[in-house]
């Protein structure tokens, strides 16, 4: 197996990872970044085919699991109860309680407080230059996860601070003040589920909290709170960078967003564009269960393996011409939102929220334009602006 270094704090190298993933993906089916030291898959078919193999999952084998430190004890307890690091059948029963609130009418029964909610926050766009994450991308989605949840209008700066805290645990770059700013924010949050836990069973609303407390979901009250806290941070993430990151390929190649977003077909498929050519989410790593050989590697119980979800979105085996930029391109299956059973539960949410709200972005904004050369805030493997600024 061919060793490739590339160091994943390099700035030039978080700017764009994009000709280190075709470096690996031309090595073979796996590669050894010596960085993580680990093998790792940057073709299309070894990710899906690893992200389905049930032989590889999140949740590290007891013969490799490691003591927590002390200091990080209850982020990591938070992290156990949450069904993104259990495997079957803590996952499968976590994830069907989950499911039950995320069904396609459910769901789709969102789009028009997406389509007011992106109305009234384009109203309030100033005259000149301005941050569209902070002034849009950024507070749709954790205003619509927050009200699916039933947590009270206003919360959402807390939360995307307690979420942007404890997520920084996953980047490359991670220090012991990035730990205790995680774990304080891990505390705080989890004290706050919990009392919208009690208000709850106290008082039922229509709302997913009240559904997930539920005598018949079975679920206990540590789980309760791990869910919540999962479904709030992983409900906004990933679609604020969705956004940033696909606007600003609109704008930078010359897409004719009238055209892009006439119907709902090409809207769908423009969406589909940007949710492949630049993901927010670039690196999921599993643990292999049992011993196998598989690509041509032995892999030993415990060992792991990194797959890069944008470098298989790359692939030319796939997707033709990959590093172009092409809202007509057939939509397909793509990496971003994984494969098998960690599949994202809210990729159907993501989509509404991009097919609603951009439309309605481009036409009310119709000479939306950068002001100035958007930077990639400096934090491998979660790809997304600092800030994007524009002008409408
Ligand atoms: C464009 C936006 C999004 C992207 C790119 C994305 C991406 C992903 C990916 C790649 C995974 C799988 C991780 C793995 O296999 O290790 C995942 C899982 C998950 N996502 Fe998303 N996500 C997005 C939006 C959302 C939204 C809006 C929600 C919730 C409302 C959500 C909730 C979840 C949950 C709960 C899981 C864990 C599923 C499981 O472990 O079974 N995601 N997401």
Redesign the pocket.
């Known amino acids: 197996m061919k060793h490739l270094s590339q160091s994943p704090l390099d700035p030039a190298f978080v700017q764009n990872p994009y000709p280190f993933y075709d470096q690996a993906r031309a090595s073979g089916d796996l590669f050894f970044w010596d960085a993580y030291d680990m093998p790792c898959a940057a073709g299309y078919g070894v990710v899906d085919a690893v992200?389905r193999d049930r032989r590889f999952g999140?949740e590290a084998p007891a013969c490799v699991a490691k003591p927590v430190p002390a200091h990080l004890e209850p982020f990591y307890v938070n992290e156990n109860n949450s069904?993104?690091e259990r495997e079957p059948p803590a996952?499968t029963r976590l994830?069907a309680q989950?499911m039950r609130e995320?069904t396609g009418r459910k769901v789709h029964d969102l789009g028009p407080e997406i389509a007011q909610l992106s109305h009234h926050l384009i109203d309030q766009f100033p005259a000149g230059p301005f941050d569209l994450l902070g002034a849009f991308a950024e507070i749709l989605?954790v205003t619509i996860?927050a009200r699916m949840l039933g947590v009270p209008p206003g919360m959402e700066r807390q939360l995307l601070d307690w979420s942007h805290a404890m997520v920084a645990m996953y980047q490359a770059r991670r220090d012991r003040a990035i730990e205790d700013g995680a774990v304080a924010a891990t505390l705080a949050f989890s004290d706050y589920v919990r009392g919208l836990i009690n208000a709850r069973r106290q008082a039922p609303r229509d709302d997913m909290i009240s559904a997930l407390v539920g005598e018949t979901t079975g679920l206990s009250e540590a789980e309760i709170v791990s869910t919540v806290i999962?479904?709030l941070n992983?409900?906004?993430e990933?679609?604020v960078h969705?956004i940033g990151n696909g606007v600003a390929a609109i704008l930078q190649n010359a897409v004719d967003p009238a055209r892009a977003f006439a119907t709902e077909i090409s809207t769908n498929s423009t969406t589909n564009e940007m949710?492949r050519y630049d993901?927010?989410?670039h690196m999921?790593t599993r643990y292999a269960l049992q011993d196998m050989e598989l690509f041509g590697h032995m892999f030993r119980q415990g060992d792991q393996v990194a797959l890069l979800?944008a470098a298989a979105n790359r692939d030319a085996r796939v997707f033709e011409s990959p590093a172009r930029f092409d809202v007509r391109r057939p939509v397909r299956a793509n990496a971003?939102?994984?494969a098998?059973?960690?599949?994202?539960?809210?990729?159907p949410?993501?989509r509404l929220?991009l097919n609603v709200a951009l439309p309605i972005l481009f036409e009310r904004c119709p000479n939306l334009r950068l002001a100035g050369a958007p930077i990639y805030a400096d934090r491998y493997h979660f790809r997304g602006f600092e800030q994007l600024m524009v002008e409408a």
């Open positions: 992200l999140r069904m993104l996952h994830r989950v995320f989605p996860i999962l479904l992983a409900g906004h990933a679609t969705t949710i993901p927010p989410l999921f979800l971003s939102f994984g098998g059973i960690h599949f994202c539960v809210g990729a949410l993501a929220e």
